[in-house]
């Protein structure tokens, strides 16, 4: 967590310095609103966890919650292209409990550092994304409390989504990332270890502060 909080501050600091030097270049018919600048935003949604316990060697199950992120970001507008880099850093309460045979597992936080690619048309500006995701899960072998094992995995996330420059200083957004963490061990204290493999999918509507 300490790696993650200190990476999010180093971003917004290069952001903000960046900012400052900023110059932006509007060519010939691009669109008039500006999207560069620094931003930090709120945003809530459903996180749905989708996981396969390889040691039951079944099918992949499912399970949803509610979710809600902060994030901030940096952009850079050259005409109509829009290109930036974001953090964000997630809170989900998706679980996956199938039956009393079955080891529940539940998603707890989440981060991610990503790059992005948009293209404005005036204040609307479609976009996709890409990069680092750290998540933290916990497994409860009993399904009691007792025996629990929790892991903090990367992995990557790609996704997309729009913006609408309500203002010049307000910013909606809708968005969807999908973040894959491949096979991982839970080591529960009974000593029994389970390979695990992760995957989360985040649907968010967004509220930003652009400065």
């Not at 060519?27 to 930090?40: D, R």
């Not at 499912?62 to 940096?74: N, P, T």
């Not at 899960?137 to 609408?164: K, L, Q």
């Amino acid at each position: 967590m300490r790696q993650i909080l200190w990476a999010a501050t180093a971003l917004v600091a290069f952001a903000t310095a960046a900012a400052a030097a900023d110059n932006v270049v509007i060519e010939p018919g691009a669109a008039a609103y500006n999207w560069s600048g620094v931003y930090v935003g709120g945003a809530i949604g459903y996180n749905e966890l989708s996981l396969q316990d390889l040691d039951f060697e079944d099918d992949y199950h499912s399970g949803s919650g509610f979710a809600g992120a902060v994030y901030a970001g940096y952009n850079h507008q050259v005409g109509n292209v829009v290109l930036g880099v974001e953090a964000d850093l997630k809170y989900s309460s998706a679980d996956v409990s199938i039956d009393d045979a079955y080891i529940p597992y539940e998603s707890r936080w989440g981060a991610s550092f990503r790059g992005r690619a948009g293209y404005a048309v005036g204040s609307i500006m479609p976009y996709v994304t890409a990069g680092l995701a750290i998540a933290n899960f916990r497994g409860d072998h009993e399904g009691n409390g007792e025996d629990i094992a929790t892991e903090t995995v990367s992995g990557y996330v790609v996704g997309g989504g729009v913006e609408w420059g309500a203002t010049q200083n307000i910013v909606v957004r809708a968005e969807y990332l999908y973040s894959d963490y491949g096979a991982n061990e839970f080591e529960f204290p009974i000593n029994d270890i389970h390979d695990v493999d992760m995957r989360t999918h985040d649907f968010r509507l967004g509220v930003a502060y652009k400065f």
